[in-house]
DNA sequence: GTAACTTTGCGTATAATTTACGCATTCACC
DNA sequence: GGTGAATGCGTAAATTATACGCAAAGTTAC
């Protein structure tokens, strides 16, 4: 009836973030055995009377210290008995999205080291890891699709171009920058500022801001987000 | 390290077939208490040395005897610690479907009752139940929008008007049968059969069938399967 | 047998959307 | 000032979606 199961429930987190015209992964050292020194996702056992997000909400501070932006159940691993080599786990994972200026995981209490990694230069991960993160980067290039996502990886102001190359960098698409503007701006969703950036040559460029209360609206209206490339 | 966690891992699965052109949704009558005789989704813990998957598939064996035609994981249920009253139970819940013109299910072992229910039918679930098979239907009705997983509900031989009506009937959507029909066999992967219908009044209909080969092939040629309804 | 009705199957005109570009604007740099 | 670089706007052509009309091939009613 209640069986005497012998099974540990863990989750762990795929955080992204995007700087430098790169997507970066957040990753953890692991401090104990079997997996010491390894890189690995931020995660950890869930405790008796705490909900998986909780889970992953207190193991995201207590080892980065740092607040997402988005965060959404991924997929639960447990096809594979020996994921961990000394008992069995189940994990559930999780996929976040921090818009990362403020880069530096200020390691509190738990983390030796948290590291972001650029996502063509990551090290070779502990446990299932390398496979967990393979399954996170592919829901992030289909949400980016379908999903107003993009903006949680950017900065609340930021320029057109700034959005454009991140569609690029992570989905490895060519994008027509004119017919990407006229796409989104249709959309309806982005409100305009007067701020204008000079850091790059060229043109001065508007700062936009993602307006989600809108987003929301239109959406109920039925308009349906959607990104297609030639 | 490696905690002393009270908590208990399960599967369950929310089975959907088609028949007399309507959803129908598999459900078991539990034996134990706590829920002792209501209506619950198939489904129970899992083993020791068995992965997920296998659970499932273990589970739908022994209560229904059945075999499905398409399985994913759909989503792990482990927020309400409350879900099963007597301890804390995560369930990592997967999404079905059957062909099922052989509706019956074969009561093996386990269940004492297995049962379809048309969507629009359904009894009181038990445990979390309701809001699970919610999740489960939303699923599906997303799915089917752009993956061609209606075939998996029907016979292998079926008629255009079988599909049109799976559509209708689950997104309740107007769909001109016209363009559906131009739609989805531009597409390629549907064969047309030399079996005619009479069953029907009017002009009989050709027999299709899908080939999923060819659509994996289409696939792989960058087609994608998508129905938007006017 | 034939008229009425039902379902299937094909086609075509129109509207809407996507794609491919051209080019003026506005700055920095030399 | 000329050159180059990035931005911002617009327009024509191609593709896709939508709205229907209607012939074909049966069944049913009388």
Do not use: C
């Amino acid at each position: 009836m209640y069986p005497a199961q012998d099974i540990k429930i863990a989750v762990d987190a795929i955080v992204f973030g995007y700087s430098n015209h790169q997507l970066h992964v957040l990753l953890v050292r692991q401090k104990f055995a079997p997996m010491q020194g390894q890189w690995v996702l931020v995660g950890g056992f869930v405790h008796d009377g705490e909900s998986l997000q909780a889970a992953v909400e207190r193991e995201l501070r207590e080892e980065t210290g740092l607040t997402v932006n988005y965060l959404e159940q991924l997929y639960t691993f447990g096809d594979d008995i020996h994921r961990d080599l000394r008992m069995r786990v189940v994990s559930v994972a999780y996929f976040a999205l921090v818009n990362s200026t403020e880069l530096r995981p200020h390691a509190d209490t738990d983390a030796e080291e948290a590291q972001w990694f650029p996502i063509d230069q990551l090290p070779k991960l502990g446990y299932d890891h390398d496979h967990i993160l393979e399954v996170a980067l592919q829901r992030l290039k289909n949400k980016l699709t379908y999903q107003p996502i993009g903006f949680d990886l950017l900065p609340e102001y930021f320029l057109f171009s700034d959005l454009e190359n991140l569609y690029y960098s992570i989905l490895r698409q060519e994008i027509d920058r004119r017919n990407f503007r006229k796409k989104i701006l249709g959309f309806g969703f982005l409100e305009e500022t007067d701020q204008i950036s000079k850091k790059n040559a060229g043109r001065p460029a508007k700062f936009f801001r993602f307006n989600n209360l809108k987003y929301k609206q239109l959406q109920e209206e039925g308009i349906m987000f959607e990104i297609k490339f030639a």
